[in-house]
């Protein structure tokens, strides 16, 4: 049986720089066979003489490539892109600017057929260097565009200054701790180091390990800034404020009393620990949460240490579709740690530090 077809979901608001990401991937030669499926071709404005054949929807292009249209039903293109006799090395779908990628994830979360073909890879935003304050701010679509990515191309990085993109990272950290980063120029990143990097699956677990064990970013203000000096960290073992509390933020972004960025209603909490979790304490804590605050839980991921189990517990969920599973092991001497990171409105951190809490074993 064929292995499933890995798909990635690019997104990001207006202007960030999707339609030259996706011109590129239909029109270089890169060797791959990728189906790239968009609300509109006219958006893409690809040149006619790269298309091979069309059948107003479906549109070969000369490099292998299939570009698709969504006029309608985005299940009944993927139905049709399955049933074609080609195969190819990768999905890709592009959401409007101005919507949220969370329908789309769910998607290939709830129909099994879709599951049996086809594999969610990878949430890909793009950002856009110049206006990204300005849009997290005033747009919650941008908010959660970042909040759901797994990973983040900060785009025309040539139209700002360093220490700006150095504060624009920062808070993209704040708001979304696990996602890889890239910055680019004309979105100049190497498809195969964002494509098939296999980040949204349960059984990959490095971008979290790695974060738990990298340093913390510099601590940075800008000219926006309204602290002249560096904020105080919460650095108890229960709670991280998603690296830093208050850092490289900008006016557009709110705190609450203790300090901690929010943007658009939307913040982030992780929760960690060395001590061993009682697994059942743990599933059941996991399956409440999700279950009654899935609504305003919009990403969560996290690794677990679970007494007298020799492999990771491995869990994530988007709104209220979750899923939870004994993963690799820990490598031999190995320091074992929890570290579970939400992504959400309204999140009291207070309450969920002391629920992450009582799951430890006594």
Not at 173 to 179: E, G, H, I, S, T
Request: net charge negative; glycine share 8%.
């Amino acid at each position: 049986m064929r292995k499933p077809i890995p798909v990635t979901v690019l997104t990001g608001y207006l202007g960030a720089g999707k339609t030259t990401l996706l011109n590129r991937i239909l029109s270089e030669d890169h060797g791959k066979k990728y189906a790239v499926i968009v609300n509109e071709f006219g958006e893409i404005g690809i040149d006619n003489d790269l298309v091979v054949s069309s059948d107003d929807e479906l549109f070969e292009m000369n490099n292998g490539c299939i570009c698709c249209t969504v006029r309608g039903d985005l299940i009944q293109v993927l139905y049709k892109l399955l049933d074609q006799a080609q195969t190819f090395d990768a999905v890709i779908i592009e959401t409007t600017g101005l919507a949220a990628p969370g329908p789309v994830i769910q998607t290939f979360l709830v129909d099994l057929h879709l599951q049996a073909h086809l594999k969610l890879d990878s949430i890909i935003t793009l950002v856009d260097a110049v206006h990204i304050h300005q849009r997290l701010g005033d747009s919650q679509e941008a908010v959660e565009q970042v909040a759901f990515a797994d990973q983040l191309i900060i785009n025309k990085i040539e139209h700002v200054e360093e220490k700006r993109l150095r504060g624009i990272e920062t808070a993209l950290r704040v708001l979304n701790p696990f996602a890889r980063i890239y910055k680019t120029s004309r979105c100049q990143v190497q498809l195969d180091a964002v494509i098939g990097r296999g980040s949204f699956d349960l059984s990959r677990v490095e971008g979290l390990a790695m974060m738990a064990q990298a340093p913390a970013p510099e601590h940075v203000h800008d000219e926006h800034c309204r602290h002249g000096t560096h904020c105080d960290h919460d650095r108890d073992h229960g709670h991280v404020h998603g690296e830093h509390c208050g850092h490289g933020h900008e006016h557009t972004h709110a705190h609450d009393e203790d300090n901690h960025i929010q943007a658009g209603g939307i913040s982030s909490v992780s929760l960690t620990t060395d001590k061993a979790l009682d697994l059942t304490k743990l599933e059941e804590w996991l399956g409440n949460l999700v279950t009654v605050r899935g609504a305003d839980i919009l990403r969560s991921k996290g690794i677990f240490y679970v007494l007298g189990c020799g492999r990771r517990y491995v869990f994530q969920s988007v709104h209220m579709l979750m899923e939870g599973d004994l993963q690799g092991p820990w490598s031999e001497g190995e320091a074992r740690y929890s570290r579970y990171v939400l992504i959400g409105r309204n999140l009291d951190r207070e309450a969920l530090r002391a629920d992450f809490e009582a799951c430890i074993h006594d």
